[in-house]
Structure formats: structure tokens, C-alpha cells
């Protein structure tokens, strides 16, 4: 009998187990986060201290729903990184099922917003309400990123609860292997969504 196991549900350790995916310990696997970044301009910069802005102003009224997040802080940052130009196109709430090698077990979900080039999944956007722990996420963008159909070239990963952002990468050739970059946080005086933009400019071209 095929047991269906919830994305949401799923730990590290199931993953590790199941698919025998790991954790790659050397920092040249997950470059792309923090080597040449293109600078972000001081018009950038503006609409990123307005995002900030915003969403601090969100949060003194909470509940901060996924969708608001989207809303205030991802929509803006997908906007100025270019992935709402060619060659990418948003689709969002796709599901997906992904299940083990004899293990009788299927893990579904669904994404919360998908770019998408040429078919391929290549940038999985994960958001969580405001007072989640982004370490409860990254197990299910995993999931969902080890989904992708395309086997040869790397899927990038971003999870998120509007406050707090890290990146992800999966490469699933032969045994799957993925990294996490920092945790940047807008909660800092020096507002860290500079560089959450600069690396997804980054990931913008290095997919395109």
C-alpha cells in the first residue's frame, strides 16, 4: 500500500534517508551567493529600504500571512532581480509528487510561486508566514526542488518569511548534494536586502 506523506511534513533526516541526499561541506559547491555580485544601484537601494519599510509596518498588526509576504517583499525583490522578463515566466501553487525508489512512500505538495525557464523548475520560492523558522522550510523547498524533472543542471532555492531569507542550492546528479547560503535578515540596521538582491541578480543571470 502507497503511504502519501505532506511536503510540510518532511524532515531533513527523511530526505537523508530516503534519498540519500547531502549535505556538501565544501564551499566551492554554492558559489553563487557570494562571489561577484553585481553592485545594486542607489536607485535599487530606494525601493529595497521601501520594501523594508513596508513590511516592518505589516508586522505591527499581525497575523503576516504567506500571501502578504509575497505581496510587500517577494513580488518586488523578483522584480528588480529580472525575473519577470525573458527568458522567465512565474507560474504559482504547482503541485508536485515525488516518491522513493521501492520504499512505497509519495511525498506531495505544492509550491508557493515557481520561475520557471524553458520547462525547467530553476528557482523554487518557498514562503512561510512571518513567525515561522526558516530551518522548518528548507526541508520542504528541498522536496520539491528534488522534483524537478531536469537532472542536469542545478536548481536554486530561496526560503523565506519576509524578515528572514536563505538560499539553497540542489545538484542531483549521481548522489543529491545541497548547500545553504547565510541567513540575511532586513532586521539589521544595515539593510540586508542588498545583498539578498544582488544574489538573486546573480542567480537571474546564471540561469538565463
Keep these: 500500500m502507497v503511504q502519501f506523506i505532506q511536503a510540510q511534513n518532511v524532515g ?52 503576516l500571512s504567506e500571501e502578504t509576504v509575497k505581496l510587500v517583499v517577494l513580488s518586488p525583490l523578483l522584480n528588480l532581480a529580472g525575473f519577470y522578463d525573458e527568458p522567465f515566466y512565474m507560474r504559482g501553487e504547482e503541485s508536485i509528487r515525488i516518491s522513493a525508489e521501492d520504499e512505497g512512500e509519495i511525498i506531495r505538495g505544492r509550491i508557493d510561486v515557481l520561475v520557471i525557464q524553458e520547462q525547467f523548475w530553476l528557482l523554487v520560492i518557498e514562503s512561510k508566514r512571518s513567525s515561522f523558522s526558516l530551518l522548518e522550510a528548507v526541508p520542504q523547498a528541498l522536496v520539491y526542488m528534488l522534483a524537478n524533472p531536469n537532472q542536469d543542471k542545478p536548481t536554486f532555492g530561496l526560503v523565506t518569511n519576509g524578515s528572514h531569507f536563505i538560499f539553497v542550492k540542489l545538484i542531483k546528479q549521481n548522489i543529491p548534494k545541497y548547500a545553504l547560503s547565510d541567513e540575511f535578515t532586513v532586521l539589521k540596521r544595515k539593510n540586508e536586502l542588498y545583498q539578498v538582491l544582488s544574489v538573486l541578480k546573480n542567480l537571474s543571470q546564471t540561469l538565463k
Excluded at 554554492?30 to 509596518?57: A, C, S, Y
Design 12 to 63: 531533513l533526516a527523511y530526505l537523508e534517508e530516503r534519498f540519500s541526499l547531502q549535505l556538501a561541506k565544501d564551499e566551492a559547491f554554492f558559489t553563487e551567493w557570494f562571489e561577484n555580485l553585481p553592485e545594486t544601484t542607489d536607485l535599487e537601494k530606494q525601493d529595497l529600504d521601501r520594501i523594508k519599510l513596508h513590511f516592518l509596518r505589516l508586522v505591527k498588526r499581525p497575523p
